[in-house]
């Protein structure tokens, strides 16, 4: 069965490490601050000037001029500062970021990434991803396997304009968690339920299955 967006975000938060600083893009990301691991300390931060960004409030907690990138209300962690904008994406540019968590439209088998336009539709700008994608050497993208329609969205190579090239080493979608090397998708972990025949139909780009694929665990 493919996983629940909060199943993505409990899957992504595995990969956190003590100390780390992460930066959560907008959408499915922004959950991961509900399941930081009990035991371990992360710095959540957010391109708006947020550092230490805490798990979504309850209605009591809720201070309206506290706003993660995407808009939506955050609560601070011990420890948290608030600074400008400039001051947020000097850290990002300086590669100071341990794990940067986005949202993607599609990935390739070469790493490349687009994650902020589709033509003819609305948008509202490409924001920080640009910076993200070039300022950190660990990003995890997530996203649905396929569209609504049934398309791929791990190719070959990226039909939407792109984000960034060569910047991506990992994705986890609703139905599996995949490392992008020496220009293929490597699978890595399914979804509980999810058949490694049913992941291969949905990936257009090449996907190397090594030996029996584990199914994921979430704790």
């Not at 920080?128 to 070039?134: H, R, S, Y």
């Not at 569209?147 to 986890?172: A, D, M, W, Y």
């Not at 049913?198 to 030996?211: C, M």
Request: net charge negative; proline share 3%.
């Amino acid at each position: 069965m493919a996983l629940s967006r909060d199943q993505i975000a409990q899957r992504v938060a595995l990969e956190l490490q003590d100390g780390y600083y992460v930066n959560l893009g907008i959408g499915i990301p922004t959950l991961v601050a509900n399941f930081v691991p009990k035991g371990i300390e992360v710095m959540l931060q957010s391109e708006n000037g947020l550092l230490g960004m805490g798990a979504f409030p309850t209605d009591d907690d809720v201070d309206a001029d506290l706003i993660n990138a995407g808009k939506q209300t955050v609560t601070m962690a011990k420890g948290a500062s608030i600074f400008d904008s400039a001051e947020s994406f000097a850290m990002i540019r300086g590669g100071h970021v341990d794990l940067t968590v986005l949202g993607a439209f599609e990935v390739d088998v070469n790493g490349n990434i687009a994650s902020y336009m589709i033509p003819g539709k609305l948008i509202k700008g490409m924001g920080g991803a640009m910076d993200l994608v070039a300022g950190a050497d660990n990003i995890i993208v997530t996203m649905t396997h396929a569209s609504k329609h049934g398309e791929s969205k791990l190719l070959t190579n990226c039909t939407l304009p792109l984000t960034g090239r060569g910047c991506i080493k990992k994705v986890l979608t609703d139905l599996a968690f995949i490392e992008i090397k020496a220009g293929k998708f490597h699978l890595l972990e399914r979804a509980p339920g999810v058949s490694v025949e049913d992941i291969i139909k949905l990936t257009q780009g090449e996907l190397v299955v090594d030996g029996d694929i584990p199914e994921m665990k979430f704790s």
